[in-house]
């Protein structure tokens, strides 16, 4: 435990919410943050493996007081499903970064693609006048290529927001498919009644 934690009670928490896939719903969840000023690290949204159904993976750095407010309020609406809070030590993650670097310096000099190589970065994009190198990892393990590549002219750097899955979230999945069986998802119609104006719009 860091000493920060210790004074202050705060750590990293993951939130993970999975909600159905209506418009709206991103900004809904991002408000109970945003109105208890308490600031998102990382924010990544993307398919459940349950069709219909969204997984929002949300990283703060908080007691876990607040944290549990803030799952229930969460819970609060209407599309969300089910919402957890887990430690790093109760997830697997990972966060993929990019790195653009001059090309002439990685061909020239020998000890950058040893580096690269010892940090399991790979070449996504070479081109004549830079490099661009993946690298999946913890935060601390593409941190710290950054700082070994800026003496060799790190053009850019960017870091996806996390991904991360439940060590012990079996349960919560066989729920997932009985709510599908029982309730299935449906697509939103939009401007259903867009040839139906006269209708809608007569007095």
């Keep these: ?81 089910k919402v957890y809070y887990n430690t790093n030590e109760d997830i697997i993650w990972q966060e993929l970064a990019l790195y653009k670097v001059p090309t002439d310096i990685v061909a020239e000099r020998a000890p950058v693609e040893r580096l690269l190589r010892e940090y399991g970065a790979r070449a996504v994009v070479i081109r004549k006048d830079y490099t661009v190198f993946e690298a999946t990892g913890h935060r601390e393990e593409t941190d710290k290529l950054i700082e070994v590549l800026q003496p060799y002219g790190l053009i850019e750097f960017v870091r996806s927001a996390r991904v991360a899955i439940i060590k012990d979230s079996e349960g919560f999945n066989a729920k997932l498919r009985e709510f599908e069986r029982k309730d299935p998802g449906h697509d939103v119609i939009e401007n259903e009644y867009l040839d139906k104006e006269k209708n809608v719009f007569s007095m």
Aim: proline share 1%.
């Design 1 to 81: 435990m860091s000493q920060d934690t210790e004074l202050t009670g705060k750590q990293e928490f993951t939130i993970t919410a999975y909600t159905e896939n209506q418009i709206g719903i991103l900004n809904r969840i991002a408000i109970i943050f945003s109105r208890r000023k308490i600031n998102i690290e990382s924010l990544n949204t993307s398919p459940s493996e349950i069709e219909h159904i969204h997984r929002f993976n949300i990283v703060i750095h908080e007691t876990e007081e607040v944290v549990r407010k803030l799952c229930r309020q969460i819970e609060k609406q209407i599309e969300v499903l």
